[in-house]
């Protein structure tokens, strides 16, 4: 009997090798429902090779892959989903309103028309052939074939490459909305910002192996550097020499220390110059945890195998 | 909008089966769509439809009285069989490999799009364009060249074409299992017009060389074309044999293409 904490997506021990290369080595990945998890990693980290093994595009060489408990080759699985995936080139000479109707003529019981392109705000589009749409309105078009069959789950790669600020945040509120509706989502995505709006957890991958699952704030604490920012009449070469700071460099005549031990550094700081100002003290972004979180695997794997995937 | 949204948790019991009549409409609605889309292609139509016409009309037609009154007729059935080998090859050749090669092809397998949709789909629009074709070349043949044919004799060839162009379907899938992308149309013409002159399409076979006549039999064009001979009353041999060499061509491109596309996707 399933059970409602039951995974509805799983990769577990998960081994897919593209000849030599080991594209996947290891892999685990838990995904439950209502959840949206954001997959990051560098280029050839095994993001992609993930993707395929659960939309079941690929056959995993060693492991388990299930979506909703089944094999995800089963259509009874994949009828659960919705799909958007980074390039995939629709028929140029299809309407819009076409290609809704064929994509959601595979589900059991998907939405109405009007509800899917609100949803996606693509009603205007709807008898525009796809080809004459800008890049911006093909990628809306894609999300809404993604969520018009009522899905579960969301499989969004990239989803938001190519777009504009407002179109970004547009379709970010209604990621935000389908959550709400109790949809889950399996993101990846190049933008951190995007990780850190939507995502409850985030899953780091390099070299075919994930190296970090957890919030979001649990990855940033997982790096303890923090950066200091201050106008300053100390040389940066003195700054430089201290042994808390671990870099240290000068910006628009600011001096920005990175360190993890801000509060010594900002204790030395103040002794040393009385006319010191504009202080601030940031833990670091997700951008530098991720960095820091790859450049470590980087250094812990003894083959490059970025080609991979 | 947020009245419009009706929940997941609200649908969820329905939701892992599906009713056969709309598993059926998502058929339809494939075949619907993939119609539709080669309708609007005029670079896939026109050369389909044209390429075979223009050629029955100036040599099957106007230049054709010079080789005797049977020339209209003979080559009747000569460029039927050249016309329905295009959609098959192109149809399915030239479009799996673009498919296979910018991800449309992808997304329709990670969608749940009821398996066989796709090839039933294609298979469909290539047999509409080759009845097509038949009814164009009849056309002319009958009003314009006033080949003397018989109802029986008229649904024998479009019958033959219709059915005659599946073994080129299956070619079709087998070649853009091999190939991917924008190389597919010279690929597929470099099969494509080959076979049809060595099968005998554009000048009669007795003209061509012995070695050439001999290999004749190789090619699936050969065969489809003494079967649309036979229809417009050209050939009075045995057909079954050509029939079956049609069937065993079919099942083996089939095999083929299949094996692949399980094991390159």
């Not at chain 2, 298979?123 to 009814?135: D, E, G, P, Q």
Request: hydrophobic share 50%; proline share 6%.
């Amino acid at each position: 009997m399933p059970h409602p904490d039951d995974p509805i997506a799983r990769l577990d021990g998960v081994v897919k090798r593209y000849g030599r290369l080991t594209a996947l080595d290891g892999a685990e990945l838990q995904l439950r429902r209502g959840e949206l998890l954001a997959l990051l990693g560098p280029n050839g980290a095994g993001k992609t090779t993930a993707i395929g093994l659960l939309l079941g595009l690929i056959r995993a060489d060693a492991g388990t892959v299930e979506l909703f408990g089944q094999d995800p080759q089963r259509i009874q699985a994949r009828r659960r989903i919705g799909v958007m995936l980074q390039n995939a080139a629709l028929p140029p000479t299809l309407r819009v309103g076409e290609l809704l109707r064929l994509t959601a003529s595979y589900y059991p019981a998907p939405r109405a028309l009007a509800e899917t392109a609100a949803l996606a705000g693509i009603g205007e589009l709807l008898q525009r052939p796809y080809a004459k749409l800008s890049g911006g309105q093909q990628r809306r078009v894609q999300f809404a074939l993604a969520l018009c069959g009522r899905p579960e789950l969301l499989f969004l790669d990239e989803p938001t490459v190519g777009l504009d600020i407002e179109a970004r945040q547009r379709l970010w509120l209604a990621i935000r909305q389908l959550i709400a509706e109790g949809c889950a989502v399996l993101l990846t995505t190049h933008y951190l910002e995007e990780a850190e709006a939507l995502a409850d957890r985030v899953c780091v991958m390099a070299h075919g192996r994930v190296i970090h699952a957890g919030s979001v704030d649990a990855l940033r604490a997982r790096v303890a550097i923090r950066r200091i920012r201050c106008r300053s009449a100390l040389a940066l070469e003195a700054v430089r020499g201290w042994p808390e700071v671990s870099e240290a460099r000068l910006e628009n005549q600011q001096l920005h220390i990175s360190t993890a031990a801000a509060e010594a550094v900002v204790r030395r700081l103040l002794d040393a110059d009385s006319g010191l100002s504009e202080l601030e003290v940031q833990r670091a972004g997700l951008a530098e945890a991720f960095t820091e979180l790859t450049r470590d695997a980087d250094a812990a794997s003894p083959t490059d195998q970025r080609e991979a995937a | 909008m947020d009245s419009m949204i009706s929940t997941v948790s609200g649908t969820v019991v329905a939701v892992a089966t599906m009713p056969r009549a709309r598993v059926f409409g998502a058929y339809l609605q494939e075949a619907r769509s993939e119609c539709l889309r080669y309708l609007r292609t005029p670079s896939f139509m026109l050369p389909t439809l044209l390429f075979p016409s223009v050629f029955y009309l100036m040599f099957g037609i106007f230049l054709a009285h010079a080789n005797g009154p049977d020339a209209p007729r003979y080559l009747l059935a000569s460029y039927v069989t050249f016309g329905v080998m295009a959609p098959g090859l192109f149809g399915f050749g030239v479009s799996l490999a673009l498919e296979r090669d910018n991800g449309l092809l992808a997304l329709k397998r990670a969608l749940p799009m009821p398996p066989g949709a796709y090839l039933l789909a294609k298979m469909l629009m290539a047999t509409l364009v080759a009845a097509a074709i038949a009814l164009i070349l009849l056309g002319m043949a009958v009003f314009v060249a006033h080949v003397d044919l018989s109802a029986d004799q008229m649904l024998a060839l479009v019958a033959t074409a219709v059915l005659g162009v599946l073994p080129f379907c299956a070619m079709g899938l087998w070649l853009g299992t091999l190939i991917k992308g924008q190389g597919a149309p010279g690929l597929i013409n470099l099969t494509y017009l080959p076979m049809a002159f060595l099968s005998g399409l554009w000048f009669p076979l007795p003209l061509l060389p012995k070695w050439l006549q001999q290999i004749a039999p190789v090619w699936p064009s050969y065969h489809l074309d003494r079967l649309a001979m036979a229809a417009v009353g050209m050939n009075k041999g045995a057909l079954l044999p050509h029939a079956l060499t049609l069937v065993g061509f079919t099942a083996v491109f089939l095999l083929l293409a299949t094996r692949r596309l399980r094991r390159c996707g």
